[in-house]
């Protein structure tokens, strides 16, 4: 089996550096090349929003032939007749403002569909359409280990900068990307305590090592962790209410395999026993107070998730009976930059007046 190679990932990139890395690419077409499922293709989600003035175009490789790219047209000048190439609406193309375009899927295209997309990935062009000299362009693929079939020829390659990505950590999915996405706060500390979660497989010889990820050496695993699938998993944790425990069960092997739906149930157990944040709000000194270390990051997980100005208050009652750590997760979680609910929490007295008193440097604008 394939093992990481110190030397080899010294420079794979995490999401947010290849980011920073695309939004300065100019006239250059980048490739990510990285793990399935870790978040490649949501980058065109985040550069969309951190620049409002290009239109995002996702163009999926996978389900395009040579047709699927340009279309003929006929046209006339002076009697004589031409054909004249119309480009698919997904490329872009058409757009007079700049665009960032990704071309996901890129090593799983057809070999025809990958030489169509050459100078269009070189030079922003195809037939006679230019893309926006404000455009950029990015692709992307799975790594070749993993042997879900993304072939690219030396040619192709040359022609684009390819950069390799590494997972996520658990900690980076947490912080970057599950609390704002309202990931089910069982599951968002079940991840908390379990970093294996987040492992490569070229990390593991054996397979059966790590028996929540993908790995090569396994086919039978047809179900496996990945951040993708961990969304998923978290949709069905919030339906739980109304599932009897084997269709949940079913629902979250599905997702996420054997071994990690197993886990995750037993982790439920003990976030299904938390107070209710009904109870927080209404009478925040005689809530339930967990017991164990891991309900208790929950509760931390799920306020940070779902916090409002109008309960802030009952929530800092509440954190003061919670033990030193929990409360200070909370705060460190709130200083994120990214941290979307930081103005509810930060311009709220009693949480200004907890950070003086335990020595934390914030400078809220509070009201």
């Known amino acids: 089996m394939i093992m990481a190679n110190a030397a080899a990932n010294l420079y794979d990139l995490s999401l947010s550096e290849a980011k920073s890395l695309i939004r300065v690419s100019g006239n250059n077409a980048v490739m990510l090349q990285g793990h399935m499922g870790s978040g490649k293709s949501s980058m065109l989600r985040v550069l969309a929003k951190e620049m409002p003035k290009h239109t995002a175009c996702y163009f999926d490789c996978t389900t395009k032939d040579l047709g699927d790219i340009t279309i003929p047209q006929l046209q006339t000048i002076d009697g004589a007749g031409f ?72 040619h192709a390659r040359n022609r684009m900068t390819i950069i390799h990505t590494r997972k ?27 970093p294996q979660l987040f492992n490569s497989f070229e990390d593991h010889r054996d397979p059966e090592e790590n028996q929540y990820i ?23 944790l919030k339906q739980r209410g109304g599932l009897s ?20 149930n037993a982790y439920v157990n003990v976030a299904d026993q938390l107070p209710t944040l009904q109870s927080i709000k209404t009478d925040p000194m005689n809530a339930k107070l967990p017991t164990s270390p891991s309900a208790r990051c929950m509760v931390v997980h799920r306020t940070l998730a779902c916090i409002e100005r109008s309960w802030m208050d009952a929530w800092m009652d509440y954190m003061a009976r919670l033990d030193k750590e929990s409360q200070n997760m909370f705060a460190m979680q709130t200083r994120r930059p990214t941290y979307s609910k930081q103005t509810e929490v930060m311009t709220n007295r009693k949480f200004t007046s907890w950070c003086l008193a335990n020595n934390y440097v914030f400078t809220p604008d509070v009201k």
């Not at 569909?113 to 050459?118: D, Y």
């Open 83 to 154: 054909v004249r190439y119309v480009t698919n609406e997904e490329l872009g193309m058409h757009l007079a403002n700049p665009i960032i375009l990704m071309v996901d899927e890129y090593g799983k295209a057809n070999k025809a569909v990958q030489n169509a997309m050459l100078r269009l990935l070189l030079e922003g062009k195809i037939g006679s359409y230019a893309l926006h000299r404000d455009s950029i362009r990015f692709a992307t693929t799975n790594k070749g280990s993993e042997g879900v079939g993304d072939l690219l020829p030396p």
């Open 214 to 236: 993908y790995h090569p050496g396994a086919p039978a695993r047809t179900s496996f962790v990945t951040p993708r699938s961990l969304e998923i998993a978290s949709h069905w």
């Open 245 to 264: 425990s084997k269709v949940l069960t079913a629902a979250l092997i599905g997702a996420i395999g054997e071994r990690g739906a197993s886990d995750l």
């Open 168 to 194: 996520s950590t658990n900690v980076e999915w947490i912080e970057d990307f599950a609390i704002d996405a309202e990931i089910d706060h069982a599951l968002i500390s079940w991840v908390t305590d379990n």
